[in-house]
């Protein structure tokens, strides 16, 4: 059977201060539950956030790389996905992932979170404003969570990996 893949999403380098430590402790709790993390690999945001709490706590951790080498690539990355496809890699992190969470917004964020719920991916919304969360759940109201804090998005992920199955 395969292993389950937690896809973190976020901004890169505009992400604030409290979706990187959301994303720190997120990554911490997927690899505590002995998940696989999947990120977008570079040494950003969100990405090296969950990377590095992912690590913190032992697990493993895969990045879909945009470039055609490792050189933004986060040093918490364990297995590099080079892609040389600059946001094309989006479809590859949704797809690759059991189920995707979002952690703040940015346009390229906006943009997997579709992809994912144009696919059928279930996505958990952490630290979303209403009105993003209104407006993806007028797109896909069955896939898409909202997440009031880190326990309440694993208990969510634990829920809908019984649901895939």
Do not use: H
């Not at 993390?37 to 709490?53: Q, V, W």
């Amino acid at each position: 059977m395969a292993k389950v893949i937690i896809g973190v999403m976020g901004a890169g380098k505009s992400a604030t201060p409290e979706d990187i430590s959301l994303a720190y402790n997120l990554g911490k709790s997927i690899a505590e539950n002995n998940w696989i993390l999947l990120t977008g690999g570079r040494k950003a945001g969100i990405m090296d956030a969950a990377s590095r709490g992912a690590k913190a706590s032992g697990g493993l951790t895969i990045g879909i790389l945009p470039s055609n080498n490792t050189k933004d690539m986060s040093e918490a990355v364990d297995i590099p996905i080079i892609t040389d496809m600059g946001n094309g890699r989006n479809n590859i992190n949704v797809l690759s992932s059991t189920v995707v969470v979002a952690c703040g917004i940015g346009l390229g964020t906006a943009s997997e979170i579709a992809l994912a719920l144009k696919n059928n991916k279930p996505v958990i919304l952490l630290n979303a404003t209403d009105l993003t969360y209104q407006f993806f759940d007028s797109l896909a109201s069955n896939q898409i969570f909202l997440a009031e804090n880190i326990d309440n998005a694993i208990a969510l992920i634990k829920e809908i990996i019984i649901n895939v199955k």
